[in-house]
């Protein structure tokens, strides 16, 4: 967007961010939200290296039908392992509290998020809640699955369970306080001239997410307290012996939990509508509805949870209507893939790596998308329900989907956040290695689920032994994919190429800055005075 | 239609049930739904990557089209589509979820980790189910711990199987032969072993494996003995000090329920009424019974519910006080 | 560079204007996770008591009719006495805010040691959840709400705690003179707070006590 | 914005009025109407106790839309759960 700006009438320019302190408690103690989001960025990539390694284990013991390389205990620790870091130390974090945190106040021409020290605040949260989770790990592990069905995990399980539900009810806390932060902020602290309608959709999708962040959160942390008492007392509301339901807990957990899945996959729809805007030179199609579709997905999503208890016993006719239900939060998903298609027609394309992420997310997003309606579609789901065939889907929107759109929003803000470019073509090349090895391992688990192979199964008939040997195979290839950008990223964050303020020719406020951004985002506060996405329209390049 | 026979279908179980072709139906419908929607967009993204990227000559300004249109219309035809796919696998499954009058009923115990069958005539097997084809069967599912999942993929059906509760699961097997039996509800370290298989055997073939069983009178005999053991005679054998609901005839039978609704005695009643009998209480009676959650075994409990099943089925002339 | 232990750090605010209607905002906004977070228990409760509404009211017989009520009127009295203390802030009567805020304070420990002493008649009773729970000739889901009553008061206690404190922080810089008509958000926002956690109160009352009377 | 707000006789009114409903609520609850009668009198006495307070103490009435719309959004997302969970429970084994 065209901007502004008063020419700097300071002499000496703003020290950036990095440079504003080098200590340990610089960092340890900043109110800066860049510098909070970059630790989030480390946090995040340490849990998510350890719930990699875990997955790593998984696929190769599951290379044969046997249970060789470790014991049934030791795998359904893995499983869950993988579950719990993954879900709420990676990809619910991932791009709200490590990218979000970065770019929202720049985005909107903010000096900083409203509640600075809430927002550190809330890092040591997430920090408290994942060495709980680590130590609950080191210490026995823990053997119920992400998703603590009781009684299993409140009266059966021999495991360290307690302390596992309460690292993730401590995360819990950290995530409505970014929630909560990153609402006021949008509400209050936007630039002049920066309306709802100027908004960049990064922003939207953003703001629904933290509307789910602060509204489903707290049913979750209520849940895991009570399956804390529950272990606690030997007695708990869930406990079939006192008349207690076990499917109350199922209701209670997934209305948190289906809506998480947004929060896993919102924010990734935002940062590809960014980078399909910027690299086709060119407003996305339809922003009014796409900007809607964010806060339909929001509002939607919480009202589709019983999908996943189709088989457990809930009434028939619950199951009709939230298989209805979820029919139709479909749709604001299909709107966006039109939308992000459509507006690349009579765009300026050029490849550079956030789009080649971007357009990775799209196609898989879509696969994931579609394969939710045959989950919808009630005597399928009947089939597949708990079948390798969930664990495709789902790993198709919150891999294919929030990873892929992860990695893209941190190459394209790379640049702001280190004032360097990286190597272009490896990191093309990466991204190229990240798909291939993605659909490599998750596709033959659509085909694997279909079939009839349960998931958390820790040996299965022979018959099935070809298609898990390919998945394992993709996910060596996968393995190299994520771990390239480490290398060249890292490389290129002490000697890449300066990178200007505007490496990309964006029109984004984030990019009317020096990079990397200086400590306090502007020198004086934007003025907006057009949409965003405003680029020249034609032939002619800017 | 048979769809295995398609060279393609390599990603297609066996269907060995009445309910597996509806169910394949819905799934290929879905595949070729999908499939056209995925060619249409990737056909479109090449397209457009390719003719407008960066510098080449195709026209670019502003599109003549009305984004208003476009929308409208993929709005509308994304929805229709969907709800014409809720229509026809809603209507599909509520036919496999409303078990058919008559059904061969047989009860199914889940507890770590093994599958515990009960045949009506007594025959007890464990982690393997025969039944008979081209009869509607009812499996009774009951849970001894945690929550297991019953699974049968060539049948295309699955039920959990809760704690506290009955559940019910019926299918109709098309298709004599051998096929798998999973727990799919993560249920504890082997879970990934609580497996077993169905045997769909032919009427004859099945009558003849079932042999004998335990005679109606052997039923009577045992289950006499857990319905005193249990306190069970102390207030429903008539007459009786507390006036409790006789079980003479109950089975079956459609009972009156203290808010005027009325329920029938099946396996499903008796069952959660021993475990939580203040839930539906029969009109006219004080809400005293004790609970026997936690108190009796699903084991003994099943037995007792025989024991009813077979009291219902005795000639009226006996009386349940008169029983040995 | 800006550190939490340097104060203070650059406001992100233009004005004091936009940082007040922050503060409310962000409060409003917590206050609406709080909702939730109460609310599985009182989705719990709904099932429950729907599934099973004749052990609800044995269990509730068994709790103290007048100790219920009694609460009530204390909690409602101390909400009165913060919303005083609000408007004895925009007077800028210092004096006045520190007794209606000391006032508050005493009833809300007046409240907690009324529900220290139900708690421990509970105990005595063996109404508490656990090996040693004794229903009293009650049907097992008297163990059910029994439950649901010590985590839903339990939960209200554990907040009126840090009502109690965030009241002793508000005396304190009211003591220290840094609560004035222009830095009035402490108190009003901390207010806010307060009421909330009075307004579950109002629920849990006829919930809990009210059953079958 | 917050130079509106309750004054102190609007406050003593409502205060009383808070109590009044209290002890209309206690004593209500012994009215031979039957359970359910004694249930739904209770609750729309709290429901009123809570607007009272919510717009009265917690100066909702004397707020823009914003404020307004968050402080809804809390019951709403309530009901949400409330009612789609309940709504399995009223319907189970109803097909049987």
């Known amino acids: 967007m065209s901007l502004l700006v008063t020419p700097p009438e300071i002499e000496t320019p703003m020290p950036s961010y990095l440079e504003s302190g080098h200590t340990v408690r610089s960092w340890l103690l900043t109110l800066d939200h860049k510098r909070i989001g970059l630790l989030y960025m480390a946090a995040i990539t340490f849990f998510f290296t350890i719930a990699a390694i875990a997955a790593a284990l998984m696929r190769i013991e599951l290379l044969t039908p046997q249970g060789d390389l470790v014991t049934s205990d030791m795998y359904n620790r893995l499983f869950t392992v993988h579950g719990v870091l993954m879900v709420w130390f990676f990809l619910i974090p991932s791009i709200p509290s490590a990218l979000g945190n970065f770019v929202i106040p720049m985005m909107i021409g903010a000096r900083d998020v409203a509640f600075p020290r809430l927002n550190l605040f809330s890092w040591y949260l997430f920090m408290a809640g994942g060495l709980l989770a680590l130590y609950s790990i080191l210490g026995g592990g823990v053997d119920t699955g992400w998703t603590f069905y009781t009684p299993y995990s409140s009266t059966y399980s021999n495991s360290h369970v307690m302390a596992m539900a309460v690292g993730v009810f401590i995360a819990g806390f950290s995530s409505i306080a970014t929630g909560l932060n990153f609402i006021v902020t949008i509400h209050k602290l936007r630039a002049p001239g920066m309306t709802w309608s100027r908004l960049p959709l990064f922003l939207w999708s953003l703001y629904a997410t933290s509307l789910i962040l602060v509204l489903a959160t707290p049913v979750l942390a209520i849940t895991l307290v009570l399956i804390t008492l529950e272990r606690v007392f030997g007695v708990g509301i869930f406990d079939p012996k006192l008349g207690g339901d076990p499917l109350l807990f199922q209701h209670l957990f997934w209305f948190y939990s289906h809506p998480a899945v947004y929060i896993m996959i919102l924010p990734g729809m935002g940062v590809v509508s960014e980078t399909m805007a910027v690299f086709s030179r060119k407003p996305v199609f339809g922003y009014r509805v796409v900007a809607a579709s964010s806060l339909a997905i929001a509002i939607l999503g919480f009202l589709v949870w019983g999908h996943h208890m189709f088989v457990s016993g809930q009434s028939v006719y619950a199951g009709v209507v939230f298989s209805l239900l979820s029919f139709l939060v479909a749709v604001p998903s299909a709107i966006k893939v039109f939308s992000w298609t459509a507006t690349l027609y009579r765009g300026q394309i050029s490849f550079e790596t956030p789009l080649i992420y971007s357009l990775g997310f799209i196609g898989l997003f879509t696969i994931g998308g579609l394969t939710g309606l045959f989950l919808a579609a009630l005597p399928v789901d009947v089939h597949v329900h708990d079948t390798y065939f969930v664990v495709a889907h789902f790993h198709y929107i919150m891999v294919g989907g929030m990873v892929l759109a992860y990695m893209g929003g941190v190459h394209y803000w790379w640049p702001k956040i280190s004032g360097r470019l990286y190597h272009e073509w490896t990191a093309r090349i990466a991204a190229i290695i990240t798909f291939i090895g993605f659909n490599l391992t998750f596709f033959p688990q659509f085909v694997l689920g279909y079939l009839g192979m349960p998931r958390r199964y820790h040996m299965y008939p022979e018959q099935f032994q070809t298609l898990n040997v390919l998945s394992t195979a993709g996910a060596s290839i996968l393995g190299v994919g994520y771990a390239l950008p480490l290398f060249y990223l890292g490389w290129s964050f002490f000697y890449g190429r300066k990178a200007g303020p505007n490496p990309w020719g964006a029109t984004g406020l984030e990019w009317q800055t020096a990079s990397p951004a200086p400590e306090h985002n502007f020198e004086t506060t934007p003025v907006v005075t057009t949409g965003p996405y405003a680029y020249p329209e034609g032939n002619d390049m800017p | ?324 | 560079m800006s550190d939490i232990l340097l104060e203070p750090p650059p406001s992100p605010f233009v004005d004091a204007k936009q940082h007040s209607e922050a503060n409310h905002l962000g409060m409003w906004v917590f206050l609406a996770t709080e909702i939730l977070f109460f609310g599985g228990l009182f989705s719990a409760y709904t099932v429950y008591r729907w599934s099973t509404p004749e052990a609800f009211a044995q269990g509730s017989g068994h709790l103290e009719y007048w100790i219920g009520t009694v609460n009530t009127a204390v909690l409602l009295t101390s909400s009165l006495f913060v919303a005083l203390a609000d408007l004895a802030v925009k007077r800028d009567d210092r004096r006045w805010v520190t007794l209606h805020l000391a006032a508050a304070w005493l009833l809300g420990a007046l409240f907690l040691a009324l529900k220290a002493y139900e708690y421990n008649q509970k105990y005595l009773d063996h109404l508490v959840p656990g090996p040693n729970f004794d229903p009293h000739g009650g049907a097992p889901q008297v163990q059910l709400f029994m439950f649901l009553y010590f985590a839903m008061t339990g939960l209200h206690a554990v907040h009126m705690l840090f009502g109690l404190g965030a009241l002793l922080w508000l005396l304190w810089l009211n003591h220290r003179g840094r609560v004035s008509s222009h830095r009035a958000d402490a108190v009003a926002v901390v207010g806010l707070y307060w009421h909330f956690v009075d307004c579950v109160w109002i629920f849990l009352y006829p919930l809990l006590y009210l059953v079958a009377r | 914005m917050h130079s509106a707000g309750p004054t102190k006789p609007v406050l003593y009114v409502t205060y009383a009025a808070l109590m009044g409903l209290l002890g209309l609520s206690a004593w209500a609850a012994y009215w031979p109407i039957g359970q359910l009668w004694n249930f739904a009198i209770a609750l729309l006495i709290a429901a009123i106790k809570t607007a009272l307070v919510f717009f009265i103490f917690m100066q909702l009435r004397y707020q823009r839309g914003l404020i307004r719309v968050f402080a809804a959004a809390g019951f709403f997302w309530l009901a949400i759960a409330g009612i789609l969970t309940f709504s399995d429970y009223i319907t189970r084994g109803a097909l049987f």
């Open chain 2, 1 to 324: 239609m048979n769809f295995t026979r398609l060279p393609f279908a390599f990603f297609l179980p066996e269907r060995a049930s009445t309910i597996a072709p509806r169910v394949d139906g819905i799934f290929l419908g879905l595949l070729v739904a999908s499939a056209v929607l995925v060619a249409l967009l990737i056909a479109l993204n090449l397209t457009f990557l390719i003719r407008y990227r960066r510098g080449s000559p195709a026209k670019r300004g502003p599109i003549k089209i009305s984004t208003w249109k476009l929308e409208t219309g993929w709005i509308s035809a994304t929805t229709f589509g969907f709800l014409g796919f809720f229509y026809w696998s809603s209507r599909v499954y509520l036919d496999e979820e409303r078990p058919p009058a008559g059904a061969y009923e047989i009860n199914v115990t889940g507890r770590q980790w093994m599958w515990d069958v009960r045949h009506p005539n007594g025959r007890r097997e464990f982690d393997t189910l025969h039944v008979p084809r081209g009869r509607d069967v009812r499996l009774l599912l009951s849970s001894e711990d945690v929550i297991h999942s019953f699974y049968l993929p060539s049948f295309r059906i699955k039920q959990d199987v809760v704690p506290g509760r009955m559940l019910s699961l019926w299918f109709n097997a098309s298709k004599e032969g051998t096929y798998p039996l999973f727990c799919a509800e993560y249920c504890g370290t082997k879970h990934s072993q609580m497996t077993g298989q169905v045997v769909v055997l032919s009427p004859e073939a099945y009558a003849t494996w079932l042999g004998a069983g335990t005679a109606p009178e052997g039923v009577l005999v045992h289950g006499r003995q857990l319905f005193i053991k249990y306190n069970c005679a102390g207030c429903h054998d008539q007459p009786s000090q507390i006036h409790a609901p006789p079980l003479q005839n109950l089975y079956g039978a459609m009972v009156p329920l203290a808010d005027k609704s009325f329920v029938r005695a099946d396996e499903v009643y008796l069952h959660d009424s021993i475990l939580l009998p203040n839930k539906q209480v029969v009109a006219g009676y004080a809400p005293i019974m004790p609970s026997y959650q936690g108190v009796i075994s699903e084991g003994d409990l099943l037995e007792i519910i025989r024991y009813l099943k077979a009291l219902a089925q005795q000639p009226a002339s006996t009386s349940t006080s008169s029983l040995p």
